[in-house]
């Protein structure tokens, strides 16, 4: 059985340069796989288990799996042999034969050993319409045996809809292979039905599962494009930076009153700001505490950076802040220097994690409420707050002279009137147009023309007028007949 299973490997196995990138992994699986079918080796026991009613062939029992992993392959825990051979069944080189589910488990529970025609070495990708040929091909036969998952029974009628023009050409080639079917042993068509629901399991997961057979991007984007890695660096490291667009005004260095008063709000939105930290950081150098706050932001930054630089900048910030005789020490109690001294001797992104808990709730419940109360702070309000108010009162003073100057133009332009006086106007201007602005003074200064006869021989005013529209220095005069 291993020597024909190695005979279609090589037959059907793709060049590993043109393949997937997890090749390595799947060439370590099936030497495996390979040893575990081999009885002259010692390889796992297959059988044929005998049920009620019916024969089961070609089974071996998870427990066999499991104890051969952990003999053959020097593993002591057993929860690691049982997670060895889950990632082997996730691949679908073994299937439960009576689960969807693609897990080891360490009992009575039959699994049977994949074709190596459906391995995922071979590195074809099924499509839609091949999925669709099987699920209509379960429905036309055992029902008892090979009866549809619900999930399954939903991708079918999903499918049917997607392909309703070329559905009976679909339906005719699921016809044709269970007439093709149905000419085999009654033992080979229950092994091939098995495996080839388990080849389905792999690439059409349960909702749920995770899809082992896709492909990692950047695993390929390396494999095809070698000379592009340079270029592929530098673009992960522009997406690494901070993506947060920020306004001129938030970037100025004389924040707005609105984002003085946000730090007030809590301990979190005056770290999330970076002015308001510089600001923070400048307080506590005047009390000689400011290590607390740059210990917190050399944590934070550790937790960014590369798995290969942690260690020497966890040694650097053990050296700066926490080592006796460092030069920037910082206070900590002896519960959480133990803890942080543990965790140094195998330093990672998470070493200094209690530490900086502790200087966190020493900052937020006594420098940041000093903060809020001190000259510094509140001097930052003031300041936005003086510009604006003396800003409105400039506003309102220049208002009030331009109209007084514009009342005395008004006055000096009426008196050279033929008739002296001037009545405000109310409305818009002659031809419907508006007045010049805000600050324009429209008057209406009466014609010395006598109006129209009315209906009883009667002189009347005419309603007619100039309209004078001032605005600054500016004197229009309007006729309307």
């Not at 995922?120 to 699920?135: H, Q, R, V």
């Not at 002659?430 to 014609?447: E, F, K, W, Y």
């Not at 005013?461 to 001032?470: F, G, K, N």
Request: charged share 30%; proline share 5%; with cysteine.
């Amino acid at each position: 059985m291993a020597q024909g299973s190695g005979e279609q490997r090589a037959v059907g196995i793709a060049d590993p340069e043109e393949s997937s990138p997890n090749m390595i992994v799947y060439r370590k699986i099936e030497d495996i796989v390979t040893k575990m079918q081999d009885d002259k080796t010692g390889g796992v026991p297959i059988r044929t288990v005998k049920s009620f009613l019916s024969k089961i062939p070609s089974v071996v029992t998870g427990t066999d799996i499991v104890q051969w992993l952990m003999k053959n392959l020097s593993i002591e825990d057993p929860v690691e042999a049982i997670h060895l051979g889950s990632l082997i069944a996730a691949q679908g080189y073994i299937f439960p034969i009576s689960d969807h589910v693609l897990t080891m488990k360490d009992d009575g529970t039959f699994y049977r050993f994949q074709a190596p025609y459906f391995w995922p070495s071979n590195c074809w990708e099924p499509e839609n319409t091949d999925y669709a040929i099987y699920l209509c091909k379960r429905t036309m036969q055992n029902k008892a045996r090979l009866e549809l998952a619900d999930y399954e029974a939903e991708n079918l009628a999903r499918l049917q809809r997607a392909f309703a023009r070329k559905w009976e050409f679909i339906f005719m080639q699921a016809e044709a292979q269970v007439k093709i079917d149905r000419k085999k042993d009654k033992t080979e068509r229950k092994i091939l039905d098995s495996q080839e629901r388990a080849f389905w399991d792999v690439h059409r997961p349960v909702p749920g599962c995770v899809n082992t057979t896709e492909m990692d991007i950047r695993k390929c984007r390396r494999l095809k494009n070698p000379q592009k890695v340079k270029k592929i660096t530098f673009l992960n490291a522009q997406i690494d930076r901070h993506c947060l667009k920020m306004s001129k005004v938030a970037e100025s260095k004389e924040p707005s009153q609105q984002r003085v008063k946000r730090w007030g709000f809590s301990f979190d939105e005056i770290l999330k700001d970076q002015v308001g930290r510089d600001q923070f950081l400048r307080f506590l150098e005047s009390e000689f505490s400011s290590e607390n706050l740059r210990f917190w932001l050399a944590v934070q930054d550790l937790k960014k950076q590369p798995l290969q630089d942690v260690a020497k900048r966890v040694e650097e910030i053990w050296q700066e802040f926490l080592a006796p005789g460092a030069q920037s020490a910082i206070n900590l109690d002896s519960h959480s220097y133990e803890i942080t001294s543990q965790n140094v001797k195998d330093g990672g992104r998470y070493t200094f994690e209690d530490a900086q808990e502790h200087i966190y709730k020493l900052m937020k419940s006594d420098s940041y409420a000093r903060f809020l109360r001190s000259n510094a702070y509140q001097d930052l309000l003031l300041a936005k707050k003086k510009p604006e108010s003396e800003q409105g009162r400039r506003t309102s003073l220049e208002k009030f002279t331009r109209s007084v100057c514009c009342w005395r133009r008004v006055r000096m332009a009426a008196a050279f009137h033929p008739r002296g006086g001037f009545l405000p106007a109310v409305g818009k201007v002659a031809g419907g147009q508006a007045p010049h602005g805000p600050d324009a003074v429209l008057l209406t200064v009466p014609s010395t023309e006598q109006g129209p006869e009315d209906h009883q021989g009667r002189r009347r005013r005419s309603t007619s007028a100039e309209r004078v529209s001032l605005r600054g220095e500016l004197v229009t005069v309007k006729e309307k007949e």
